[in-house]
């Protein structure tokens, strides 16, 4: 299938230990049980922790009972998020509806305000970090801690439980050796005249967090800063005059036939394709720019008005047990609970030293005020700078 999912642009704060370790909507059908109460009484809907259903037998009787869960955005080659829902499912007979796996984090926030009390709303929602601060401003998410939240470092949640970041990952550059006579390794290699028309991003910056995150790169590597992503919008646009900027928008299907044979992108991506593709004669090589070290973390939330309240909160303590969090490293995306993981000997080891390896960690992350500023910078020059 196809992992376009343009994914909006993220902000993520200044991060731990686990920053270091980053070296590599439901769907119109049926309607569901409607969520009865949790254990004592309480609401699924207001719920805010385990403890609230009794322990996780009475989460795990609440979800069943529901028997479905909404998700939104999830294509199942990003993060492994499809064999995630694949053992999920396995694991709790709970069906799972995945709405526009390759759309944009802004689709989530828009399905859960137009779907407001409808059955067919998600329940919930992977964001990039900017998108998910703005639908807890908006009062669109429900305060929830999974039983390792005091794990998850306090620079990667909100306070509240109203979001956390679950996984991530480095820009990356990678190309078809088989095709690219020498693959680049850094933002400076892009701009040689033997890449004619080769050089593509996943999706337009705009809209999409892979592409934005690429230019945020793209500036690191020219002069610019957290503070300032012009710079990364002029290296587009030398790409664009040299001849080597292609538009074609990277998916795996553009991979496999040849349309887009260098790729900048998110690293688990791109060392998820290099895995697809090699029974197919596609040498996809994967470099993390050394000019240009960029990582960004997504967040899970809870959507306030979830249909499937109770299976909602139980796809979350899936997602952050050692299984989920060793799923997402099984889709070579860093965890957030890493490096809590490493300590108690629950990471998956084997998985971990899989990672793309990184020359530079990146380690300080932009504030919300820098994202705003870049998305804003963005959005009014990406399209002159790329037309030109």
Known sequence: MSVHRARSAAFAAVLTAAALSLTACGSAGSSSAKSGDAAGGKNAKTATSVADFGGMDGLVAAAKKEGKLHVITLPRDWANYG?????????????????????????????????????????????????AISAAKQGLLAPYKVVDFDKIPDTMKDPAGLRYNDYGGYM???CDAKKVAACPKTFADLLKPEYKGMVALNGNPTKAGAAFGAVYAAALANGGSLDNIQPGIDFFAKVKQAGNFNPV????????????????????????????????????????????SYAQYYNQAINKDAPHPAAARLWEEYLYSAEGQNGFLGGYATPALFDAMKTAGTLDNTLAAKLPPVEKPFTTFPTQEQTDAAKKTVTENWAKAIAG
């Open 83 to 131: 064999k995630l829902m694949d053992d999920f499912k396995a694991k709790y007979g709970i069906e799972i509806e995945d709405e526009n796996p390759d759309g944009a984090s802004q689709d989530e926030i828009n399905a859960v305000t137009s779907r407001k009390g409808q059955d067919r709303a998600p329940d919930v929602l992977d964001l990039g970090s900017a998108f």
């Open 249 to 292: 928008e990277v998916t795996p299907a553009t991979i496999e036939k040849g349309e887009t044979p260098i790729s900048i992108d998110w690293s688990y991506l791109n060392a998820g394709y290099a895995d697809k593709f090699k029974d197919k004669g596609i040498d996809w090589q994967v470099s993390i720019p050394s000019d240009g």
């Open 172 to 174: 990356s550059i990678a």
